[in-house]
């Protein structure tokens, strides 16, 4: 069952119900996303909707084409790809970092971060479960020490949960996910293991496109 959510504003609102329909698969890669029919499902103005439209597409997740409207994203393979690369160099600079400078603090939210994430592995919550995994990978940025680094994994981290929403069937019990992987890059960032940190993480990032990819072709 979705949890009652408190909003700040109506554009939080907004987002937050679009991008719920998007990750449950209400709306398809592709479909257009008139701004005028969503704000009268919603009850708000076109203003709050226009802002959520926009957050979702520095996500990725929405493409705004100008004179033309929004329409939720349809990444192409060579998409994917080009997008896994940056977030490959990205991500194993900042655990390099990471491996060096790590302390208590980020160990205990990396611990938080996959305790939380085996629940929503559990409860099939794909909503939970992007967000604890955005929060294990962050927490390793945010180790590094480098704020403008941790900003751009923030950033490439967004975009490439846009395509597991499109293209992971999440929801199947054989292709669930599981926190091996990441319980393996902790005990290497506690023993400040730097390459065999790499080497790990480069190995689950790639493990995650290959599913992306056949995922991609099934559909």
């Known amino acids: 069952m979705r949890e009652a959510r408190l909003y700040t504003t109506s554009a939080d609102y907004a987002y937050q119900e679009l991008r719920h ?25 076109r203003t709050p909707v226009r802002e959520a439209l926009r957050r979702l597409a520095s996500e990725g997740l929405v493409i705004i084409i100008p004179n033309s409207g ?12 080009d997008t896994f690369l940056v977030r490959d160099q990205l991500e194993t600079l900042a655990i390099r970092l990471a491996a060096e ?12 971060a996959m305790i939380e994430e085996g629940r929503a592995i559990e409860e099939k919550d794909l909503e939970k479960y992007l967000e604890v995994n955005e929060a294990f990978h962050k927490a390793i940025a945010d180790a590094s020490g480098n704020r403008v680094l941790a900003e751009y994994v923030e950033n490439i981290l967004a975009r490439t949960n846009a395509y597991i929403v499109f293209y992971d069937p999440f929801y199947q019990l054989e292709t669930m996910p599981s926190i091996d992987a990441h319980r393996e890059i902790l005990v290497a960032l506690r023993h ?28």
């Open 21 to 45: 329909k998007i990750i449950t698969k209400q709306l398809k890669p592709g479909q257009r996303l008139p701004e005028v029919n969503i704000a009268v499902q919603m009850g708000v103005s």
């Open 70 to 81: 929004a329409r939720l994203a349809a990444p192409t393979a060579r998409e994917i790809e």
């Open 101 to 112: 400078r790590i302390g208590d603090r980020h160990l205990r939210r990396l611990e938080e």
């Open 192 to 219: 400040h293991d730097a390459e065999k940190c790499v080497k790990l993480l480069r190995g689950h990032l790639q493990e995650a496109i290959m599913g992306l990819r056949k995922a991609r072709e099934e559909a």
